[in-house]
Each structure stands twice: as C-alpha cells, then as structure tokens.
C-alpha cells in the first residue's frame, strides 16, 4: 500500500449511463450465479440502511438483517459491508457473525487475512488534526457542520447545514487542505453531503475487492461471482475492478457510471437480497 495519486471519483467519469433496472433483467444478470459460489459485497450507509441525518443516526433495518444473516450462514454465499466507516463502527452497526467488514474505504479489515490494516503516520495523524482544528475555526459560524473523527480520515459532514452555506462549506474545506497539506499527503473524497479527508494512497475500495475476490479464488481453486452493490461515489472503484468479472450494481437513480444494473433505494436492496438467498438455496418467508 503506497502513496500515490487517488483516482477517487475518476471511474464515475468515465463511466456508462446505459445501464438497466436490475429487476428487469434478473435472470440473465445472474444467469452465473448457478452452481458458483458468490461473493457479496455491500456498502452501509445509503445501500444497507437509508441515509441518516448523522452516522449515528443510521441503522440496519430489520428484515434486511434477517436476510443477511441468512446470506452469511449460506454455504454458497460470502458476505462482505464495504464502507468509509471506521472497522470497529461498521461492525457496531451490522454485528452478524460470518460477515467480512471492510472500513476506512478499504484501509481497515476485521474477518479476513486477505487485507493489510493501514496504520496512519504520525505526519498524517497530525495534519488530519491540525485540518480538524483550522476547518472548525474557520467555520464556526456555519449551524449544522460536525466532524466525524476516523483512524486513517477526517469526514466533514453538512448535512444539516442550511442549503445556503453548501457551497461554502465545501469551499472552505478545499481552500484549507490546499493551504495545509503542502506535500500533498492528503485528498478529498466527496460523498453525498460529506467531504473526507484521508492519505493520498493506491488503495480504494476497488483494490481491496479485488484482493478479497483473488483470495476467495485461491482458497476455492476456482472462480467465484462477485456482487458489488453501493451507491456513492466511492463505489465506482469497485464497481470498475469487477467489469467483466460479476455485477456491480448501483442503489438511486441511474447515472454515469461503471454500474451495469441498478436499484431504486434500500428497499430493493432488502428485495435483491431476498432474491438472492432464494437463489443460493436459502429460501425465506415473504
């Protein structure tokens, strides 16, 4: 894992706009999923449970852990939540036994050996916190704006901040990590209402997919189907590294992007999820 420039965002430019309603073509979408063992991988905050006023707020709706938990108990089925959030929050807020969690948009790891753990130097530690204290001062006049501390990053959420000081917000934040971090340890990954601070570094979601789909092909001595669903920006990455590999879906509404197939919000998510239990030979109760 080394520092390098981030391409955080830059498949969602080069992506397709031409994709299709998952529901509308099921079958021939996972057509592959017959006899191969699957390898889900899932975002959290607007795929798992809906968008939240804050990431505390947010929380794992009740059927769809119900699912989950059969999809991890499922001999055909691993599962994989890929998120920003923090290791330790991510499994605070899912908490099923069997799953792999993947936080820090790929940096951080709990269930699997296939993932290095990124341990942030004392330079970036201390800039993130020099940043923290700067943005703040520079911004106390603005309601609504909180900090959401991670290992490895630094999330400015504005949420709730008033529509008028969007713009800003995100202003300010730019104009202060440019005059901050002179050695250009640092990026800006925006997300939707949020902007994270965190390393510049060769390593997204996209590459810590791949690594845990190349390792679950080793252990097995055969290919897997790999199932990315998520619906930020930051999911580009993996939805890219599985082109021509399995299905990368995206939750919202369609737009460019490296996504085949979309669903609508959460709840065809849970509905996706059901499908595919049933299709894995865990059939559930509607």
């Not at 991988?41 to 009740?62: E, K, Q, S, V, Y």
């Not at 902007?195 to 390593?203: A, S, Y």
Request: contains cysteine.
């Amino acid at each position: 894992m080394n520092a390098g420039r981030s391409n955080a965002g830059a498949a969602a430019a080069a992506g397709r706009i031409d994709m299709k309603r998952l529901f509308d073509e099921w079958e021939s979408a996972t057509a592959r999923i017959a006899g191969t063992h699957v390898f889900l991988f899932l975002d959290f905050d607007g795929t798992l449970a809906p968008i939240a006023p804050t990431p505390g707020d947010a929380a794992l709706p009740r059927g769809t852990r119900a699912v989950l938990e059969r999809l991890a108990e499922s001999p055909r089925c691993t599962v994989a939540v890929v998120s920003g959030r923090g290791v330790e929050d991510l499994r605070g807020k899912v908490g099923i036994p069997g799953i792999v969690y993947v936080g820090g948009h790929g940096l951080e790891a709990d269930g699997t050996e296939a993932l290095p753990n990124y341990e942030p130097p004392r330079l970036v530690r201390e800039l993130l916190a020099w940043m923290r204290r700067e943005i703040g001062t520079r911004l106390a006049a603005v309601p609504g704006l909180f900090f959401e501390d991670k290992k490895a990053a630094l999330a400015v959420h504005y949420r709730l901040a008033a529509p008028g000081d969007v713009a800003r917000v995100e202003a300010e934040v730019r104009r202060t990590v440019e005059a901050l971090d002179v050695g250009g340890f640092l990026e800006i990954a925006a997300g939707k209402m949020v902007l994270e601070i965190r390393p510049r570094l060769d390593w997204n979601k996209g590459t810590a997919v791949d690594q845990l789909v190349r390792a679950e092909e080793r252990l097995r001595g055969e290919a897997v189907f790999p199932v990315y669903v998520g619906d930020d920006a930051t999911d580009e990455d993996a939805f890219r590294v599985l082109e021509g590999r399995g299905l990368a879906v995206l939750v919202g509404e369609p737009r460019e992007s490296r996504a085949t197939h979309y669903v609508e919000d959460t709840e065809e998510v849970a509905r996706m999820l059901r499908t595919l239990a049933e299709r894995c030979g865990e059939p559930l109760d509607r």
